[in-house]
Each structure stands twice: as C-alpha cells, then as structure tokens.
C-alpha cells in the first residue's frame, strides 16, 4: 500500500497568514492526489484533484502543487472560515486508496 | 441536486452485525461508484470498501475484507454495507462519498453515521 505522510500534524495559525502542508508519498504517484477539508463534526469536503485543479467554488485563495512523491497545499490570507482539519488523498494504484494522517489548523 | 444519506449505525456487541444504508438523491448509482470511508473517534480518514459503477466491481481494505460486503440496490437508489463479525476498532462514523467520474475523486460526502462495537 502507498503511505501518505502529511506534515505539520497541527499547525497555530493567524488570519492574513499564508499556510502550505505538505503530503509525502512512499512511492510515485504522478499527479493522483487529492486534496479535502474537514471541519469538526461534519464531512469532508473536496478541494482539489490531480494536485493543482481547484474544485468548482472553492476559493482560489487555495492552491496546490507537486507531482512524483512531494506536493504541496497552500491557503493564502488565511480567513476564519478555513479553520479545518486538511487531508490529502492518494488514488495513483487505485485500492487502497490512502490519506495523510490529516492536518489541524487553528487560530493562535 | 447531488445528496448521500448514511443510516444503520448504533451500539452493537463484538462479534455482531450491523447493516449501514447510504440512500442517493440528484444522481443514478448504477452508473456512479461509490465509496466508503471511515473516521474512527479522534482520528484521520480510512478508506473501507468501494463499488464501481458498474457495480460487479468491489474492492476492501485489507481490515475489513471478509467481514464487510457493499452492495446495492438501484431500484432503491440505495447502496450498503454489510458489516459482519464487528470489532472494537471498528467503532468509527461512517461516511458514503460519490466517486466524481471513475476517477477515485471523492466529489460529495454523506453526513455520516456512528458505529459503536462495544460491550
């Protein structure tokens, strides 16, 4: 199975910030990565597809990037509203599909 | 307009069954895969099971094959999943999401359903 390591585990953040996490894959996986966020009690919701799309009505203050085994997920000027938990979503060999452990945002 | 609602969850013994339903709206799931996703108390995301659209095929993570079935019944608009010999580490809610276009991206989520193997 592919292992997704996602860094920071938790991050203390301030409005106005600029945020980037990132996702390790154990092994290439092209571009198959997938971006959700979660907010507590309620289910996740998709960000961005193959690395770089932004979904339909997701702000473009949100961005990522990376292909092969590193990438990146960024939030620019950081708003209330993008206090979450962040994960990232492997498919490159189909099943397992795997996630990063996930990463908290909160205010400082 | 795209909905996934999850029921079936509550508190069962180890070793029990229980039967989770995830009922469609605003889409056809004979011709969409669907997947299963689990969040146990306090933790990250953990991928369960997956039907395809053409729904002869299956897939399950290694923890729960054998003990898990997903099926569906299209006249219902209706997938499930079948949970059989339940274990404590099987507490978790359980989410439904729509995979987008065959593409394993998980476009629309369920609100999800609580599932608590306890004695």
């Known amino acids: 199975d592919i292992q997704m390591t996602q860094s920071p585990s938790s991050l203390s953040t301030s409005v106005g910030d600029r945020v980037t996490i990132t996702c390790q894959a154990s092994q290439d996986i092209n571009n198959h990565l997938n971006w959700y966020q979660q907010k507590p009690g309620k289910a996740p919701k998709f960000l961005i597809y193959d690395a770089s799309n932004l979904q339909t009505g997701v702000p473009s203050r949100f961005s990522g990037s990376g292909s092969g085994t590193d990438f990146n997920f960024t939030i620019n000027n950081l708003q209330p509203d993008d206090i979450a938990t962040y994960y990232c979503q492997q498919y490159d060999n189909l099943f397992p599909i795997t996630f990063g452990q996930g990463t908290r945002l909160d205010i400082k | 307009q795209v909905s996934l609602a999850e029921s079936g969850g509550g508190v069962v013994q180890p070793g029990r069954s229980l039967r989770l339903s995830c009922a469609a709206s605003?889409?056809?799931?004979?011709?969409?895969?669907i997947h299963w996703v689990r969040q146990a108390p306090g933790k990250g995301l953990e991928w369960v099971a997956a039907?395809?659209?053409?729904?002869?095929?299956?897939y399950y993570a290694d923890s729960v094959k054998g003990r898990f079935t997903i099926s569906r019944d299209n006249s219902k608009n209706t997938l499930y999943l079948q949970m059989n010999s339940l274990r404590s580490d099987d507490t978790a809610v359980y989410f439904c999401?729509?995979?987008?276009?065959?593409?394993?991206?998980?476009?629309?989520w369920g609100q999800g359903t609580l599932v608590t193997v306890s004695s």
């Open positions: 999401a729509k995979d987008r276009d065959g593409d394993y991206v998980l476009d629309y």
């Open positions: 605003g889409f056809n799931l004979n011709n969409c895969g």
């Open positions: 039907i395809l659209f053409d729904g002869s095929n299956k």
